[in-house]
């Protein structure tokens, strides 16, 4: 198999307000396998908070293109011994091996003449409906992007260290979608019990990561909502010890190492009776595709992250309203690059 590498920028279409000030573009990385007339395609969004660049997952590919020539996967199976065979040049990106593992299963599928989502659970795909988010705003901007989410049916709202819930009243008021709150690590120092009773008097239905990595323990149980880990749950071994604390736990693909640990990650957590949702980062098609695989038996989707984009370079996966949609003829992930990405 011979290996493609492109870095292209992408930029949402508006402006991101985060915790540490705003977000114009993000750069990712994206992977084009090819054997035998067919071509798979992968896609890494680095982010800093797991000590990952753009720069560092071109590194860590680049080591691996003349040792991918000798593979040609006939199975999942085979997928996961190919990038553990790989893993000491990848390691400890797991950017990169999640690049490299949805350009595997891409080109499985369309060897196979099949979906992703048949190679992983005998079935079709089926549509998903997605949480939209709304991040941190001014009150013009809230009422903006309530007003685009009408008729959404889920929207997960983004808070800070102020734990204000004046922005989840606003939006309870104006919908009827159903709701959750990120907390993305803020609320440390709040009273977790007494914001779970305000919110559960306003119909959220779960709280995501109040407390960075490291304070799991103080999650108890006697809440009025569950909790969802996010970044205290990176990858698949993390997943027994967030069963602990938390009701639940986000898998994003990017952060695990791709579609094959995801599915691992999914199903363990189903044996151990917790919730699963899959997220995602400012993404293309090409990851919000993959994630749609593991969603397919997942408990919530937070798949938006393409939709956020104002230039996705990926077509063929549509966002209608809150719910992702494939063409009926899907093959591999269902998604194509622009002609130009990879030259």
């Not at 705003?22 to 994206?30: D, P, S």
């Amino acid at each position: 198999m011979q290996l493609a590498i492109a870095v292209r920028e992408l930029h949402p279409r508006r402006v991101f307000r985060i915790a540490r000030g705003r977000r114009t573009a993000v750069e990712n990385v994206f992977v084009r396998l090819g054997h035998d007339g067919i071509e798979g395609y992968g896609e890494a969004s680095p982010n800093s908070f797991y000590n990952e660049t753009a720069a560092g997952v071109v590194e860590k590919l680049d080591g691996v293109r003349e040792p991918i020539r000798s593979f040609t996967p006939e199975s999942p199976e085979e997928i996961a011994a190919i990038w553990e065979e790989l893993w000491p040049q990848l390691a400890p990106s797991r950017a990169a091996q999640c690049a490299l593992d949805l350009a595997l299963w891409d080109w499985l599928g369309k060897r196979r003449g099949t979906s992703v989502a048949e190679l992983a659970w005998g079935t079709l795909f089926r549509p998903v409906e997605s949480f939209c988010t709304i991040g941190l705003s001014t009150p013009e901007e809230l009422e903006e992007k309530v007003r685009e989410l009408d008729g959404f049916p889920w929207i997960k709202i983004k808070s800070d260290n102020a734990a204000d819930m004046g922005p989840v009243r606003f939006i309870r008021e104006r919908t009827k979608a159903r709701l959750a709150v990120d907390a993305n690590c803020a609320w440390g120092g709040h009273d977790l019990a007494r914001l779970c009773d305000e919110l559960r008097e306003l119909g959220v239905e779960f709280v995501e990561q109040p407390f960075a990595p490291g304070e799991d323990a103080q999650i108890t149980s006697g809440l009025a909502l569950p909790v969802f880990a996010d970044e205290s749950c990176v990858t698949e071994r993390d997943v027994d010890r967030v069963a602990e604390h938390f009701a639940g736990f986000n898998i994003k693909l990017v952060k695990c190492g791709g579609l094959t640990p995801g599915l691992r990650m999914l199903r363990r957590g189903r044996a151990l009776g917790r919730n699963v949702m899959v997220g995602c980062m400012l993404e293309s098609s090409a990851l919000i595709a993959a994630g749609a695989v593991i969603a397919q038996d997942a408990d919530y989707a937070d798949l938006d992250g393409a939709w956020l984009l104002g230039d996705d370079p990926f077509t063929g996966l549509s966002f209608e309203r809150g719910t992702l949609r494939l063409d009926e003829a899907v093959l591999g992930l269902g998604v194509t690059p622009p002609a130009d990405m990879f030259t």
